[in-house]
């Protein structure tokens, strides 16, 4: 993973249309200020981050994006238009898509049964029914999009397609929810701790795939702990501490902010205080 290997397919489109615009969102929980008033834009073709010690927002910012929690306040605007009102089984038709800080795949189905759900999804909401013979097809195994087919070896699952998700790594496991949410072929992808539990080489390669996936104009948030991860793989990272956002730019220069050393750090130190 190398920090020039990381910039070379970059598409920077300066004054292109923002994707995604959050506009003072807050979200609180009784008195838990858990997002509390951040403004921001997501452009296409860059690969954003989110860095902030665990309990600063970045999960329920996520949430609010998706629709899975109810914003206290403020303002999205996918493509210029509002989706404060928009379900979450809406947002796929319009081109968002997400992974979850833990695995959800469904344990009964095959791994190309659980990446087909998110292409099954996309046409869905675009307002395609399957036929009749079509859903035969589904259930004998066959019938694969080719959604399906690209994401599946985007992902390397080529070979993995007939094992269910018990029967592989945590590492596999997680990139058959990337595989699920590139099969809706997304114009937004939503990940939040995508390498929680890999190793140095899985991560980096999810890294690359990340990366190839920002040529074609793909718009990506992503939360990840790693900082070194971040810097080789993203054009533009968020800090936030207790909801709010506390600094923006480049990632090297953000990771050395010293307001966001001194959130990681005062934080640490509380914990070292409380014996933890
Ligand atoms: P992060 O992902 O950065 O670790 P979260 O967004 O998960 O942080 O949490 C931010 C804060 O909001 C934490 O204090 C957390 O306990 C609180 N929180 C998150 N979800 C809920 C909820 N559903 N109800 C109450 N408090 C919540
Ligand atoms: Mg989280």
């Given at each position: 993973m190398s920090t020039a290997a990381a910039h070379t397919?970059?598409?920077?489109?300066?004054?292109a249309a923002p994707v995604l615009e959050l506009r003072d969102v807050a979200v609180h929980f009784g008195g838990v200020k858990a997002v509390d008033g951040v403004t921001l834009t997501l452009e296409p073709g860059r690969i954003h981050g989110i860095i902030g010690p665990?309990?600063?927002?970045k999960s329920t910012l996520i949430a609010a994006i998706t629709r899975l929690t109810r914003l206290t306040r403020g303002e999205l605007l996918l493509d210029g238009k509002p989706?404060?009102?928009?379900a979450p089984s809406r947002l796929a038709g319009l081109g968002v898509a997400r992974t979850f800080q833990t695995v959800r795949l469904l344990?009964?189905?095959?791994v190309r049964a659980n990446v087909q759900i998110g292409a099954d999804a996309r046409a869905a909401a675009a307002g395609q029914r399957r036929t009749r013979r079509g859903w035969r097809d589904r259930l004998r195994g066959g019938g694969t999009s080719p959604a399906v087919v690209e994401a599946m070896r985007r992902t390397r699952l080529e070979g993995f397609e007939d094992f269910y998700p018990a029967e592989m790594s945590y590492g596999t496991q997680r990139r058959v929810e990337i595989a699920r949410a590139i099969a809706m072929q997304p114009r937004l992808l939503l990940l939040d701790e995508p390498t929680a539990g890999m190793n140095q080489t899985e991560r980096a390669e999810i890294s690359a795939l990340l990366q190839s996936m920002r040529s074609a104009g793909l718009c990506q948030l992503l939360v990840e702990h790693d900082v070194q991860m971040m810097i080789d793989t993203c054009d533009h990272v968020f800090a936030m501490n207790s909801g709010r956002l506390i600094a923006e730019g480049a990632p090297r220069e953000v990771v050395q902010d010293p307001r966001v050393q001194e959130a990681y750090l005062g934080r640490r130190w509380r914990e070292h205080a409380r014996g933890q």
């Open positions: 397919d970059r598409v920077d489109a300066p004054g665990n309990g600063s927002g989706i404060d009102d928009v344990p009964d189905l095959t």
